[in-house]
């Protein structure tokens, strides 16, 4: 793993190269300021005022070189700003002058993120590229969120066939034993009494890719109870609704609900944050086998709630349904739940926005804010619950999904409001978790949405 405390290190002085930040505004009295060979060096490297553009300036011997990026607002940086100096730079130890990185460190952390679990060791890799910084708090800060983020794209990025239920099983109580939580787990056929939504969709798996429902309790009981239920679907074939080819390529992603809600558990419990946490990862294979449920099969879900299959591709909903209605049980005050969930929600709003559904408008707010303040974009979308009609049966309480082709985010998220606590505070993220190509500090693959805007506002409403 990559070891992070290398490539951010406090700043005593020591020897280090100088990033010189400039914005398009600054451009041009910058360059008119600059002597001659900085001014033939910008122009050699094609220098622009643009974003993420950068050139090498010489200093008086050949080891005395600076660099200058050009950043959308130097009096505002954003996590991205240098990401892209530290893929592109030499190794070595670095200053940005005149200001802290600040928010900046995060993006210089990731950036230097490779997924290389599958690959021969690369003995011509080049070393770290260090940023220095006078602010030990941030930093601490940084290394903690890139910690989970590395965490977080490994386990996305990883094969189906090294990242199952049980995988998942074992980084839940991996972590939980680390930072003294309680750790349990109803797997296999003892999910058929109590949990049929979770069961029905993960029995038709093999021998030691069980269904399993996860759980860890952590933090003084006395504190607010927060529910954090992440989606675990660790492949998706589509069952017997079986998806394309094309469909199926990218599906070991479909536990990157999972790996969103371990991640923001592990930064509660190392930020010792003062909330009764509960997290939840209804672990699954959707797979094809004579166990299979079928289209038209009705299904018992926890709650007592009947629910007809219109679709076995429609399967996350239904694992989370169950796990919602868990975390109902202990009256928690506010509950969370991330799962790459529909395909409507991207043609709606594309990989980089993540779906937002809320059913308290101060929430929704909150996290729009915090999501403004962490570059972490969301929008919200709608409940709008005359889309209800959608998801009736003729035979049980409701269908699971749809028949009609429209408003599949709208009506997905419809059908999980049905297993929310009544009393709580609820918000449903319909996130993508994955690049598909390369951006500074994002490589292309498996990607931490939603966790920074999250973390941003649970410390603000548990922190003090």
């Known amino acids: 793993m990559l070891d992070l405390t290398t490539l951010v290190q406090p700043d005593r002085g020591q020897a280090a190269r100088t990033i010189h930040l400039i914005d398009a505004k600054g451009y041009d009295a910058w360059l008119a300021a600059q002597p001659p060979r900085h001014r033939t060096a910008a122009a050699a490297q094609k220098l622009a005022p643009v974003g993420y553009s950068s050139a090498i300036l010489p200093g008086d011997n050949p080891e005395e070189w600076s660099v200058v990026t050009i950043v959308a607002n130097v009096d505002k940086l954003t996590p ?16 940005v002058e005149g200001v802290e990185p600040g928010k900046a460190l995060y993006g210089w952390l990731v950036a230097q993120y490779k997924f290389a679990r599958y690959k021969k060791k690369d003995d011509k890799a080049q070393g770290p590229r260090t940023l220095l910084t006078g602010d030990p708090v941030k930093m601490e800060e940084a290394i903690r969120l890139a910690g989970v983020t590395v965490k977080l794209r490994d386990r996305i990025n990883t094969g189906a066939n090294d990242m199952g239920p049980a995988d998942l099983e074992a980084a839940a ?6 930072h003294g939580g309680s750790f349990s787990v109803v797997k296999g056929s003892e999910l058929a009494k109590g949990y049929g939504l979770i069961w029905a969709v993960g029995k038709a798996a093999g021998e030691g890719r069980e269904p399993r429902l996860i759980e860890i309790e952590w933090g003084n009981p006395e504190h607010p109870r927060v529910a954090i239920i992440g989606k675990g679907v660790c492949f998706d074939s589509g069952g017997l609704d079986i998806k394309s080819a094309a469909g199926m390529r990218l599906m070991k992603k479909d536990m990157g609900g999972a790996a969103t809600a371990l991640a923001l558990a592990e930064l509660v419990m190392l930020n010792r944050l003062p909330i009764r946490l509960h997290l939840l990862v209804p672990a699954v294979e959707n797979s094809i086998s004579g166990e299979a449920t079928r289209p038209g099969d009705v299904m018992l879900s926890r709650k007592g709630i009947t629910v007809e299959n219109s679709n076995t591709d429609a399967e996350g909903r239904l694992v989370l349904a169950d796990a919602l209605t ?9 509950v ?5 969930l529909t395909g409507a929600a991207r043609v709606a709003l594309g990989a980089d926005l993540q779906g937002l559904f809320s059913n308290d408008d101060t929430l929704a707010a909150d996290f ?17 619950d005359p889309y209800k009609d959608m998801l009736k049966s003729d035979v049980a309480d409701m269908l699971n999904a749809a028949e009609a082709p429209f408003g599949g985010a709208i009506t997905a998220a419809l059908f999980l409001k049905e297993f929310v606590p009544e009393k709580a505070q609820w918000a449903h993220f319909d996130i993508f978790c994955w690049n ?3 951006k500074p500090g994002r490589p292309k693959g498996a990607e931490a949405v939603a966790v920074r805007a999250t973390w941003k506002l649970l410390k603000d409403r548990y922190a003090g």
């Open 173 to 178: 109580s991996e972590l939980a034993k680390a």
């Open 80 to 95: 991205w700003c240098l990401a892209k100096l530290a893929e592109t730079l030499p190794e070595g130890a670095y200053r």
């Open 336 to 340: 969370l739940n991330y799962a790459t």
């Open 436 to 438: 598909g190509s390369h």
């Open 368 to 384: 729009m804010t915090a999501a403004e303040s962490e570059a972490d974009p969301m929008w919200r979308m709608p409940l709008y």
């Open 326 to 334: 868990k975390a109902a049980e202990s009256n928690p005050e506010l």
